[in-house]
């Protein structure tokens, strides 16, 4: 399933979100040009077994590896799931606030990866983490709302509007089936996917998000 849209506008201009999509683009243009993009990764992903819990310089990365990608798919998937559900977090929380709280979602995520992988030498880069976290927000304040998505059926691509508690529950439960398949698998990922990474984000966006909300509001 592929969401395409979702039927809830508040009418407030998304600033933080759109600004996350821009310096997302950005960061990934410059990897595009960079003449050394290994040492660009080196110095600016997430790579396990160089975090020392005393030094923050290896703890940064925590943060600057949120905006870097490895490929068109990886960023314009992520960028559309950002575009598709982040316009609507933010206006209930606040630009501020829904800031703190992507940076949040995603450090949580890259934590719950690191915590397996620890002695990993390969990087771990992306902003999927901090995007499921939006994700669990949403599930969190707009449960019954609709999503257009995208759905396979007898191999034909169908937009049917699904609540958007069933698209992203569904959603939650394939990540968590491919993550226990990594943990069996003792790989931590499938094909590059840092599906614990996803589980924490999530879990942890739904959790936190009703700290994140100012307003207090109850939707139904």
């Not at 396990?48 to 905006?67: A, G, H, M, N, R």
């Not at 491919?178 to 990922?189: E, F, K, R």
């Given at each position: 399933m592929f969401p395409i849209r979702d039927s809830l506008n508040f009418g407030k201009f998304p600033l933080v979100n759109i600004s996350l999509i821009i310096v997302n683009l950005y960061v990934f243009f410059q990897e595009l040009i960079s003449p050394n993009l290994d040492q660009l990764v080196v110095n600016y992903a997430l790579i396990?077994?160089?975090?020392?819990?005393?030094?923050?310089?290896?703890?940064?990365?925590?943060?600057?590896?949120?905006?870097?990608?490895?490929g068109f798919l990886h960023i314009l998937s992520n960028m559309w799931f950002l575009w598709v559900f982040g316009d609507n977090v933010e206006a209930v929380m606040g630009h501020f606030k829904y800031l703190l709280f992507y940076l949040f979602c995603g450090v949580i995520a890259s934590f719950s990866q690191y915590l397996f992988i620890a002695d990993s030498s390969l990087p771990m880069l992306g902003a999927s983490g901090a995007i499921a976290g939006v994700l669990g927000a949403y599930l969190k304040f707009f449960p019954h709302h609709k999503i257009d998505t995208i759905v396979p059926i007898f191999g034909l691509p169908l937009i049917i509007a699904i609540p958007a508690n069933i698209m992203l529950i569904y959603?939650?439960?394939?990540?968590?089936?491919?993550?226990?398949?990594?943990?069996?698998?003792?790989?931590?990922?499938i094909g590059g996917i840092a599906y614990i990474a996803h589980l924490g984000g999530f879990a942890s966006g739904f959790i936190a998000s009703q700290h994140f909300d100012w307003r207090k509001m109850r939707w139904t």
């Open positions: 396990p077994q160089q975090v020392d819990f005393s030094k923050i310089e290896t703890l940064t990365p925590f943060i600057t590896s949120l905006f870097l990608h490895a959603w939650f439960f394939t990540q968590a089936f491919n993550g226990v398949a990594t943990l069996l698998a003792a790989t931590a990922s």
